[in-house]
């Protein structure tokens, strides 16, 4: 198991140097002078000179980028262009919102997609499967921003049931957090609920009709343990694939999903630092969301491992 | 009830229909037999005669929603087991029936170890508590002659070849000392050097404890090794029960004799072989329906109704309009 | 003893002729014909087409002509969809958005398939050792939701959908090497082939005539799927307001205008997030269609 880590983590530091090039090099791209750009267009030819120097543009790009990765290794992901906050700062204050509402989110994909993609395999071709696959099939279709405006218009608006706006720290107020965020972990995780319940129905029915299923009923298991325990520690291996897959696109989507809830997470703070060109902090945010999913693939291959003992 | 002299196993006029494009089909009609506890029994037949069919009925294992049990019962020690609740059935699979299969390679989850497995099932049935059960494990590893057993109970199904994990499975099958042990074909997939030490563990097996063994299979030496009595099957129906003496030696109905003569080669002579296929469910020959293939065929055994089964004082059964003497006359009419 | 089964005169695995292909094509259709889901999806597909083609001569009104005196107006008679903040028709509005919506679509998928299927290719062909660390990396960009590789790249490009698109098409870049690396090796190493290399057929016709016909089946199928992520991943965009920039708009960025008045004004979201629903239902209904309908699949069933 440990070998295995050891494994994993050899491929990922490659993979993470990659990235951390591929975001560094990005700067090169940005048309036009960004020394110009971030002094003003009005700045004197010394205060151009000053955010040159300031912003170390007037060095070599690989020895900014070694700067930036030795920083980076400490933890110092440099600080904003415009308004020298420190990076690092900002996402320690934003990243766990994100985080919290895409776990959330994972969470209820899992509680809604297990049961019903087993309901289906187990109804198969009844109308309980033709349902489930019918509102799975919209669900994965649906924007899940839509969505979640429908839900804030029903259920928000129309209903009052639940805070239109406002989010409230989870260490502030836990219930009121709670509160806040069903609406937002719904709208989030209904495609990723959608897809858990397809591919779970998927890998159940194959399951089903493995050998060594028919083996556990033979030996006179309790229904609920060849189904809980036999069938579906092995037709979880792909759902497992799928929530590591579902963790990306749901980081991805959080940020579209932030700005209808009003939600300060990290998504605010990319779009405004793609607006204002802001390229640290867009680089820092790509950084760390890659080491999140880096961790995120790690934990899926330890469960695989842990799933099925022949890919130990 | 005298449970000691009535048969431990019953199956009577067990007719069993699957689920088809058109709707349910029987693939065995009014099967019946029995089966008397500490003996072997073979169930044989060609590929399709309805012979596993009829095997995973008896545990109730057919796949649910395309097969199903149409007519007839299944008795175990005076009990019908077609009336039993789900549970009912869970307390006696395992417990008083088991089932091996013939596919060791993927008959044992590949995620848990092999004494896992094992221990599942005395856990569930005898209430063992989890070190007891590991230890049992281990003896029953070793009982059915895995090597190094203490060190392999933590092995897991991939680690084992074909013939090691039918003795796994076998364990799984004998840990609760059922009474009745239902084997499908449990050598076909394996070597035939390792065919032979299956079989041996079976008979091993049956003689330490007092086991029941209904034995599904198309290869007549197996049935020459181990059987004591034989049922032979013929799309879907049962054509001759005989001891095994009987059957091997003077076959009552041309079916069985056509097997015999397929297996065992005449001396000198070539291996004879039976002409045409079994016939499809759907489309089953009118009167005895082994008259297409049959040599003594003639045009009374084409029309209804089906021939029934006639039985002789010796214990044997045959579904043939003609007595063995009166084959003998027809061939040598020809 | 056992019998064998005569009836088994499978010709598939023959070399494909024109006849062979022109049946397939025949077969192909019938089946897919047979698929409800994807026929609807089909149709749905080609009013869409329609609306982005001729679009700007559909629409009612001007889409971009402002009206202060009717902001904010509910359906109507006059306004079917009511009118947006500016006063400006919204079914006018969502009409012509299809072309930029379509447009956006299309640049993703381009870059997809136009870096994704020769990298297979090449990946494919290449020494195994070279071939797979080429895979490898490409699995690390896979791991990227399309989303926020578009905001890394459009950080530093500045907002745009062209800019947009291209970035989400290079997410997809990985999921075309792979199944085009995949396809061409299984054909590549099957027999008939190996033997036309020895005897010297040129690389180049070995891949028209053997391996394009084999990929391109699969092709269409990943197409079809990305197509739909795509649309959604613009939507995204756009609704972000990093996409398209006023005042054009696709159905993502008029769904994003319509976000401030989903108190004041609710329809405005309804019809733009409809569209997009609906268009991604439609795409899935005809890949899964095609997918069904492509012998192979089918064949397996059985």
Not at chain 1, 81 to 101: G, K, M, W
Not at chain 3, 174 to 191: G, M, N, W
């Amino acid at each position: 198991m440990l070998a295995l880590i050891g494994r994993r983590l050899l491929v990922t530091l490659p993979l993470l140097l990659f990235v951390t090039l591929l975001v560094n090099l990005m700067s090169l791209l940005v048309p036009g002078d960004p020394a110009v750009q971030i002094a003003g267009e009005n700045a004197t030819h010394e205060q151009i000179e000053l955010t040159r120097q300031r912003l170390g543009l007037d060095r070599p790009w690989h020895e900014r980028y070694l700067d930036w990765l030795a920083g980076a290794a400490r933890g110092d992901l440099g600080n904003s262009v415009f308004t020298n906050d420190s990076v690092s700062q900002l996402l320690q204050e934003r990243l766990p919102v994100t985080l919290a509402l895409t776990l959330s989110a994972l969470v209820f994909a899992a509680l809604v997609g297990v049961p019903a993609g087993i309901l289906a395999a187990l109804r198969r071709n009844r109308w309980q499967d033709s349902l489930i696959r019918g509102v799975a099939t919209i669900g994965i279709a649906m924007p899940g921003y839509w969505l979640g405006l429908l839900l804030l218009m029903v259920f928000a608006i129309q209903l009052g049931l639940f805070p239109t706006i406002g989010y409230t720290p989870l260490t502030e107020n836990p219930a009121a957090w709670l509160h806040g965020i069903v609406l937002p972990t719904v709208a989030l995780g209904a495609p990723a609920a959608a897809e858990v319940a397809r591919q779970l129905r998927r890998s159940m029915i194959d399951t089903l009709q493995q050998d060594f299923v028919r083996t556990a009923t033979a030996k006179g298991l309790r229904y609920w343990m060849v189904l809980g325990k036999h069938a579906l520690t092995h037709a979880a291996n792909p759902v497992v694939t799928v929530l590591a897959t579902q963790m990306a696109l749901l980081l991805g989507a959080a940020v579209i999903i932030e700005k209808v809830f009003v939600i300060p997470g990290i998504g605010e703070l990319a779009v405004n630092s793609v607006i204002n060109k802001d390229l640290t902090i867009v680089q820092g945010i790509v950084v760390v969301t890659t080491l999140v999913i880096v961790v995120t693939n790690l934990l899926a291959d330890l469960a695989h491992a842990w799933l099925s003992p022949r890919t130990r | 009830m005298s449970a000691s002299t009535a048969p431990l196993l019953t199956v009577q006029n067990l007719t069993v229909e699957v689920r088809t494009h058109t709707g349910w089909t029987a693939i065995t009609r009014d099967v019946s037999f029995q089966v008397d506890r500490g003996e072997t029994v073979c169930l044989v037949g060609e590929s399709g005669c309805g012979k596993s069919t009829t095997a995973l009925a008896i545990p109730g294992l057919l796949p649910e929603g395309s097969a199903r049990i149409a007519n007839g019962t299944v008795t175990l020690d005076g009990q019908d087991l077609y009336r039993l609740s789900r549970r009912g059935w869970e307390d006696i699979r395992g417990e008083q029936i088991s089932m091996i299969f013939q596919e060791p390679m993927t008959s044992l989850h590949p995620a848990f170890p092999v004494g896992a497995q094992i221990a599942e099932s005395l856990r569930r049935h005898r209430g063992l508590s989890r070190r007891a059960a590991h230890r049992r494990a281990i003896e029953l590893l070793d009982l059915v002659g895995v090597p190094d057993a203490a060190r392999r109970v933590h092995a897991y199904p991939h680690e084992f070849s074909g013939g090691m994990r039918q003795r796994v499975l076998i364990a799984i099958a004998l840990a609760c000392e059922p009474r009745l042990l239902v084997a499908d074909e449990p050598t076909t997939a394996l070597d035939v050097t390792v065919q032979a030490q299956i079989l041996d563990l079976l008979q091993d097996m049956r003689d330490q404890f007092g086991l029941a063994i209904l034995l599904v299979t198309h290869d007549l030496g197996v049935v020459a090794e181990v059987a004591d009595r034989v049922v032979v099957m013929y799309a879907g129906e049962v054509v001759e029960q005989a001891p095994v003496r009987d059957f091997l030696h003077h076959p009552a109905h041309p079916y069985s004799q056509a097997l015999i003569a397929a297996a065992i080669p005449e001396p000198g002579g070539e291996l004879a072989w039976i002409p045409g296929a079994p016939p499809l469910p759907e489309a089953m020959p009118s009167g005895c329906r082994f008259h297409p293939r049959c040599r003594y065929a003639t045009p009374e055994c084409r029309q209804p109704p089906e021939v029934p089964l006639r039985s002789e004082p010796t214990g044997r059964t045959y579904r043939c309009r003609f007595a063995p003497t009166e084959l003998d006359a027809l061939a040598g009419r020809r | 003893m056992m019998p064998v089964d005569t009836r088994k005169t499978d010709t598939s695995s023959a070399p494909e002729t024109a006849v062979a292909h022109y049946r397939h094509r025949w077969r192909f259709l019938r089946r897919f014909l047979s698929h409800p889901g994807a026929v609807l999806g089909g149709a749905f597909l080609a009013l869409v087409a329609v609306l982005a083609m001729f679009g700007p001569h559909l629409a009612p009104h001007d889409p971009l002509q402002n009206n202060l005196g009717q902001v904010l107006q509910p359906p109507s008679g006059d306004h079917w969809l009511g009118t947006d903040d500016l006063g400006r028709d919204l079914l006018s509005r969502l009409i012509v958005a299809t072309r930029i919506t379509v447009q956006a679509a299309l640049i993703s998928l381009a870059v997809g398939v136009g870096i994704g299927v020769p990298l297979g290719l090449a990946a494919a062909i290449m020494p195994p050792l070279l071939g797979g660390l080429l895979m490898r990396i490409t699995d690390g960009i896979m791991a990227f939701p399309p989303i926020l590789l578009a905001i890394g790249v459009l950080g530093a490009l500045g907002p745009g959908l062209t800019q947009a698109m291209i970035a989400v098409g290079v997410v997809f870049v990985p999921r075309f090497a792979r199944l085009t690396r995949a396809s061409v090796q299984q054909v590549y190493h099957e027999t008939y082939i190996e033997a036309s290399r020895v005897i010297g057929t040129p690389l180049r016709r070995i891949l028209r005539w053997h391996v394009l016909p084999n990929i391109t089946g699969p092709l269409v199928v990943q197409i079809a799927v990305t197509c739909g992520f795509a649309m959604l991943a613009e939507a995204g965009l756009s609704f972000l307001g990093l996409g398209a920039q006023p005042p054009d708009a696709s159905w993502g960025a008029l769904l994003g205008r319509a976000l401030p008045y989903v108190n004041t004004a609710w329809w405005l979201g309804i019809a733009p997030g409809l569209l997009i629903t609906l268009t991604v239902l439609a795409t899935n209904a005809v890949a899964d269609g095609i997918g069904d309908s492509l012998g192979r699949g089918s064949r397996r069933q059985k």
